[in-house]
């Protein structure tokens, strides 16, 4: 298999440490302080968006190797076991988190976000703007999710 290397481009900084404090995301402000090797116009134009997605790497779990055999979602034994790319949490291969989060400032390397669901010191690997031409409409999903995943981003 071709495998690579990624270099994170920052860093998540805010007042999450518990990787096991999976809910109430939603008021949750984050400053991503990107590498000096980006220059300090970097984030230049992305003031103009409202969204960004951001690319992050869940470093602080552990890798688990075997993803062949689905699980119950989020660990629940009262939910249906799901295939590995089924769900959006931790435990993936290659432990790679998205988050479409607001931009609620951009200075120099620094932008600050609310919403992101990484606890700090977690690497960030991508930074993209959220635009409309890339948002899906009439995005469908099981009943469950929506009940289960009712308090992920509230505040």
């Not at 920052?10 to 809910?23: A, E, I, M, P």
């Not at 984050?30 to 984030?43: K, N, P």
């Not at 960004?52 to 989020?74: C, K, N, S, T």
């Not at 009262?78 to 988190?97: Q, Y």
Request: proline share 8%.
């Amino acid at each position: 298999m071709l495998s690579f290397e990624i270099t994170p481009i920052g860093t998540v900084r805010n007042d999450r440490t518990d990787v096991q404090h999976t809910d109430n995301w939603g008021a949750v402000r984050s400053m991503i302080t990107i590498d000096e090797r980006f220059g300090d116009l970097c984030l230049q134009g992305l003031e103009g968006f409202s969204h960004v997605e951001v690319l992050f790497i869940f470093d602080q779990f552990p890798a688990h190797g075997d993803h062949r055999e689905p699980r119950p979602y989020r660990g629940r034994s009262d939910l249906p076991p799901v295939g590995v790319f089924a769900g959006r949490g931790p435990r993936r291969p290659n432990r790679i988190g998205v988050t479409c989060c607001a931009i609620e400032s951009v200075h120099g390397r620094e932008l600050t976000v609310v919403g992101l669901d990484a606890v700090s010191g977690t690497p960030v690997v991508d930074l993209k703007p959220t635009m409309v031409e890339f948002v899906p409409v009439n995005v469908e999903q099981p009943e469950w999710v929506s009940r289960v995943m009712s308090e992920y981003f509230q505040p």
